[in-house]
């Protein structure tokens, strides 16, 4: 039987990228899933800390993405939803496969270098900026493969930019198994799942992705925005100064991402829905308003549902939910561990 993981960082309200980038994935493969396949996400608050967090807001913040995914349609009833940090088990496959993971490997990694801020070939030339960085955020694939692996996932789906982990995740049940395992499936290597929304761009700055952790507000939609907020943002973002439609993601990186947000709400490629356009004579501003409406549309009822459930029985509600969830988890995870300990002779 299928099992389905997926992890979200709670840093944040999620954005548009997020939804439709993953979040909406999930919530589809939970819909269409067989009677007999599991569906595990988790908030990964482990992920977060290897970036400095203020104590109050990430208590917050992991309510607030435990109360979107909810809000999206995920159902607590048939997907087991729970905090990274409530199952120990995640942690401890951690620093086993730590202890076969390759250290060339994870300094490869594209996040770990732009972290170092490093273009792909440089040489490290400030070694006093290296040495500030901290550990966690070296070996935070490691805690990503031992999410996926723990819960014997068979499918991970996720953006674009999560790819990279996704194949160091094989590669560590690889080891294991060849190490551990005579061959044996000990642990199983998942396949990426990656969503038709692989990449939605800030609307600030085309050629980067929409992130939570870019400084303007303004490059990014978030769930809870309203229809008003979200006009303004698309109508305010940032194309080029050829007011016609033509798909180009090289050279006109603004339009082309709209188009792409487009294409994925009226189900037609891009460069279709330009040259219908073109054709019809459209400027920018009509390309805008559509994206709009179909943003406003595929978010339509996410804010409010998002507001009643943060408020729902004094928060009691999203604490059952996520003890409920933890639960769950544990047990799913104690199975993966009690075969990997033996296995290790522990
Ligand atoms: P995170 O929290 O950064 O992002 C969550 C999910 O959203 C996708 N995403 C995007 N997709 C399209 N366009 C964008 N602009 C965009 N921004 C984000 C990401 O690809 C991801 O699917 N390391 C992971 C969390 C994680 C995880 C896991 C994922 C931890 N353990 C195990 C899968 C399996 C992360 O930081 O995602």
Redesign the pocket.
């Known amino acids: 039987a299928k099992v389905i993981?997926?992890?979200?960082?709670p840093t944040g309200i999620p954005h548009l990228?997020?939804y439709?980038?993953?979040l909406q994935q999930w919530k589809r493969m939970q819909d269409e899933a067989a009677p007999d396949t599991k569906l595990i996400y988790s908030v990964?608050d482990l992920?977060a800390i290897t970036l400095p967090q203020q104590v109050g807001q990430l208590r917050q913040w992991r309510r607030e993405m435990l109360a979107a995914l909810l809000a999206i349609g995920l159902d607590p009833q048939r997907s087991v939803i729970f905090y990274q940090s409530a199952v120990q088990a995640h942690s401890e496959l951690m620093w086993i496969l730590s202890c076969t993971a390759s250290m060339g490997y994870l300094s490869r990694m594209t996040q770990w270098k732009s972290k170092l801020s490093l273009s792909e070939n440089a040489s490290v030339t400030d070694e006093k900026a290296k040495s500030a960085l901290k550990l966690g955020l070296f070996s935070y694939p490691v805690l990503?493969a031992a999410?996926?692996l723990v819960h014997r996932a068979t499918h991970?789906p996720?953006?674009?930019?999560?790819r990279q982990?996704l194949e160091f995740a094989r590669e560590c049940a690889t080891n294991f198994n060849h190490s551990f395992g005579n061959g044996s499936k000990l642990l199983v290597p998942p396949e990426t799942i990656l969503s038709p929304?692989?990449?939605?761009m800030s609307l600030q700055s085309p050629s980067s992705?929409?992130?939570k952790s870019d400084p303007n507000p303004a490059s990014r939609i978030l769930l809870t925005d309203s229809p008003s907020q979200i006009r303004k943002k698309i109508l305010s973002a940032l194309t080029d100064s050829t007011n016609a439609v033509t798909y180009d993601p090289i050279s006109r990186p603004g339009v082309s991402n709209l188009l792409s947000l487009l294409s994925l709400f009226e189900n037609k490629k891009p460069e279709e829905l330009a040259a219908k356009m073109a054709s019809q004579g459209a400027k920018l501003k009509d390309l805008k308003e559509r994206v709009a409406e179909g943003v406003v549309k595929a978010m339509d009822g996410v804010g409010e549902r998002f507001k009643e459930i943060m408020a729902r029985d004094g928060g009691k509600y999203l604490e059952g939910v996520a003890e409920d969830g933890a639960s769950k988890a544990r047990e799913s995870a104690d199975k993966t561990m009690r075969i990997v300990r033996e296995s290790m002779g522990m």
């Not at 929304?197 to 939605?200: D, P, Q």
């Open positions: 993981f997926s992890g979200i960082q990228g997020n439709l980038g993953a990964v992920h990503q999410d996926i991970v996720v953006g674009e930019d999560q982990h929304a692989k990449r939605v992705k929409m992130s």
